[in-house]
């Protein structure tokens, strides 16, 4: 059988990985796809070093739309990042007629219902495997793999950048701001890292995990998005004593009324899977109705584990080409016309259980008080800890609760911080059991 | 479009759990799948409790070969388990071009060969996604999600039986018997558990996943298989002071000079996640020279986890029930005309760490005696433990070694029980750094 031809947009980590992973593993690759796979035009910014790594074989240039208009190619993989100049390439690649691989999680977070309607008008592909944690086949376990289940759930680490600080900050009892300083320098976190520790990363790739997951449009702008640059590193410390560790999540739940979409620093139980997945690997924890749950563990990010990925999308699109589009395992893993509308919950909706820290007076009637706040609103009490505090006469309260609505948790926050004795605001974390 | 017709034969606990899932989660399957699937012949022993759990719109009766020749079953599901019924059916059914999802690791690891061949040849498909692991869609990102990558090795706890034996031997400090007992009345383990507890249903299943990693036939015979039917509590708390736990591993492992296939108890990391797995939980650990390592963890069995895969499966060759041949993944992940032929390695050959614990006589000199004998056999000392034996005058030794070519630790530890002052035989447990 005749090759497929490719084109490549972008020849920087991951579109260098992928030229490297396609020529070294061409033989095996084969073996498996039933035909070879080859790079044959690619558009960079540097023709210099683009020319030093692919030798003379390949058509290089420096635009990308005319590798999109290329008769010649027939997959096209946009590996350039960002969401103006990749939107545009893309579409034109669909215009063409020509199948997509791409590992842009925010274009697809941002455009995807446009991007994935133009593909099924023109019964192309548009494939996204590498645009969530990395080399991790998880698109495929969700889109197919899971294909039986009523999903409940999804909780994952999908953010390397901010897992490797968190990992950091509790083993070595570390402050936030040195830890980040540490990891740019070793670069696992940019020089402006806003996208990553403030979880706009990981609430892309959540966007589409939960689209995945319930079949309802990408929604991008609904989510609720909690960094980690506030975590102060007692409360690490506080979570360790009672038996958890703080991660940074990705969780999609469906209820009864809506769906949460949220990414925030939460606490994990010490023993789960979740809670020892440490520097910057990625996992995911899937819940379905009838498989319980599953987790799918590797590396998040990187030349290689993400270009293994964008070739197993190569493959999978190699395969499926040629084939009828009612072949294809649909975009967003329902039938466009099968979508749901049920709509994205306000964090004030979400019901999960809570870590909450204030420091108090040290004086009698403290915690009845705050315990009465508290019951008051509803919120029933798993744990606490009172310890002596750094500031003088005052003391520290640490309560876990069981299951509340977070308006109400709000509700006894406010009220909490007007009490006349309570010296400090409240810490407010979300702890997630995962069962 | 027309719904797919599926003929069930056997309606045990993995075909009572397809029905279930299949009408539970009808709509949701049918939503991404584009079309309904229907159960519409089923064959069983027990008519009466088949029509009590099937209703009167299904055509039940008791003859599997008429289920297999309906020419209006488009897939047929075999649920019967065994080698040799079910080899025929499977085998009818491909003749009479009827696609095949079965969860018969035996079937497969014995008959692979023959049967994925009629089928190639009948340009249908065998799907077994639930014939390893469960729920866990390993087969699914093995032959698709990884295809990028040359695979180094897997190593799996694939026998859920014996990991919650393990686990119990480890968390609650009893003997092997005590906690069969209690697994057997639990209803993990079967009345006769010899398949589980000697590993050879793990066998089977690593079988298929070493030739889905390397383009090998299915070579069940050449497996090296041990259980843990022998292993004393003694070394899994030994083990747990060296920093390890004892797991029942499936590994296979690509070298220079051919592939490892051996099932046996092995110490792994305490910290590693593999090691975290407890319980009648299952993961299998992969590693490729792009991707890295990644883990894929979940229920192993059990009625509904099982289901997910054989309805995941039905699903796919729904997708692809009428595409030609060259749109659909190769059975084992390689095209049939590009197996390899690599030879599977004698377990002499193998090369890994090693436990070794013996009782001597207390007396000076031995430990010079005997870690010559080590020495002269290549073999180097990674760390060791010296205590007091139960037996008057005696000591116990335990030594962990580096990475040994299995050949000549048999060799040193014949010398050693050669030993005069060598009161025991020498219990060797290999050990796994999975790095």
């Given amino acids: 059988m005749e090759s497929i031809k490719v084109g490549l947009l972008g020849l920087g980590v991951v579109g260098g990985g992928t030229w490297k992973v396609l020529a070294r593993n061409a033989g095996e690759i084969s073996?498996?796809?039933?035909?070879s796979i080859e790079i044959t035009r690619v558009a960079v910014r540097d023709l210099a070093k683009a020319r030093a790594m692919l030798g003379s074989a390949v058509d290089v240039g420096t635009d990308p739309f005319a590798v999109v208009r290329d008769p010649s190619i027939d997959i096209v993989v946009e590996l350039i990042g960002g969401d103006t100049l990749a939107r545009d390439l893309v579409l034109e690649a669909i215009a063409q007629g020509k199948h997509v691989v791409t590992a842009n999680k925010a274009l697809l977070a941002k455009h995807g219902?446009?991007?994935?309607?133009?593909?099924s008008a023109k019964g192309v592909m548009v494939a996204f495997e590498a645009a969530v944690a990395g080399?991790?086949?998880?698109?495929?376990?969700?889109?197919?793999?899971?294909?039986?289940?009523?999903?409940?759930?999804?909780?994952?680490?999908?953010?390397?950048?901010?897992?490797?600080i968190l990992s950091e900050m509790r083993s070595r009892g570390l402050p936030f701001a040195t830890v980040l300083a540490e990891a740019q320098k070793l670069g696992y976190a940019e020089a402006d890292p806003t996208f990553d520790i403030e979880g706009v990363d990981a609430a892309h790739k959540l966007?589409?995990?939960?689209?995945?997951?319930?079949?309802?449009?990408?929604?991008?702008?609904?989510?609720h998005i909690e960094g980690i640059s506030q975590l102060a590193s007692e409360d690490i410390k506080l979570a360790e004593r009672l038996g958890y560790r703080i991660k940074l999540l990705g969780i999609t739940k469906r209820r009864s009324n809506g769906i949460e979409l949220r990414v925030h620093p939460a606490l994990v139980p010490s023993s789960s899977l979740l809670a020892n997945v440490e520097g910057a690997m990625n996992a995911v924890l899937v819940r379905g109705d009838a498989v319980g749950q599953t987790l799918y563990y590797g590396k998040g990010a990187g030349e290689e584990p993400t270009a293994s990925a964008v070739v197993a999308d190569i493959v999978d699109v190699t395969r499926l080409h040629?084939?009828?589009?009612?072949?294809?395992?649909?975009?967003?893993?329902?039938?466009?016309d099968a979508m749901a509308d049920t709509p994205i919950l306000s964090i004030e909706d979400v019901v999960t259980a809570y870590y909450l820290r204030m420091t108090v007076a040290d004086q009698p009637g403290v915690l009845a008080d705050i315990a009465r706040v508290?019951?008051?609103?509803?919120?029933?009490?798993?744990?606490?800890?009172?310890?002596p505090s750094d500031a003088d006469g005052s003391a520290d309260l640490i309560f876990l609760t069981h299951q509340a609505l977070e308006r109400?948790?709000?509700t006894a926050i406010a009220r909490i911080e007007s009490l006349q004795f309570v010296r400090s605001s409240v810490t407010r974390l979300r702890v997630e059991s995962l069962s």
Same sequence: chains 1, 2.
Avoid at 31 to 35: N, S, T, Y
Avoid at 113 to 119: C, D, P, R, V
Avoid at 322 to 336: N, W, Y
Avoid at 374 to 387: E, F, K, P, T, V
């Fill in 374 to 387: 508290l019951a008051d609103a509803g919120i029933s009490i798993g744990s606490m800890i009172q310890q």
């Fill in 207 to 223: 966007t589409l995990l939960a689209s995945l997951a319930f079949g309802i449009p990408v929604q991008f702008d609904k989510a």
């Fill in 408 to 410: 109400n948790i709000n």
């Fill in 113 to 119: 219902t446009e991007i994935f309607a133009a593909a």
């Fill in 31 to 35: 073996r498996r796809a039933g035909r």
């Fill in 322 to 336: 040629t084939a009828d589009p009612e072949h294809r395992v649909p975009h967003l893993a329902f039938q466009p």
């Fill in 135 to 164: 080399g991790i086949p998880i698109i495929k376990a969700m889109r197919e793999g899971l294909t039986a289940n009523r999903i409940e759930w999804v909780a994952g680490i999908i953010n390397g950048t901010t897992n490797f």
